[in-house]
């Protein structure tokens, strides 16, 4: 995620794109993502889960 899906990725993890569909918490998935770029901590896995789950709900028009 740090390499060439990372545009993809912010757009994603953006607080406020997360903020606006309200199913997981834009300040933990910030400072996850935060920590991961900074390379104080591997949180692939982590972000992974919600990087898909945001791109399958966008990817179908889907809202909560």
Same mark, same amino acid.
């Given at each position: 995620l740090r390499g060439p899906l990372r $545009? +993809? =990725?912010e $757009? @994603? %993890?953006a607080p406020a794109r997360l903020d606006a569909r309200g199913l +997981? =918490? #834009?300040d *933990? *998935?910030?400072r996850l993502w935060k920590a991961? %770029?900074?390379g104080a901590l591997n949180a692939d896995s982590r972000l992974w889960s919600v990087l898909m #789950? $945001? #791109?399958w709900l $966008?990817? @179908?028009n889907l809202s909560f």
């Open positions: $545009e +993809f =990725a $757009e @994603r %993890l +997981f =918490a #834009a *933990v *998935v910030a991961h %770029l900074s #789950a $945001e #791109a $966008e990817k @179908r």
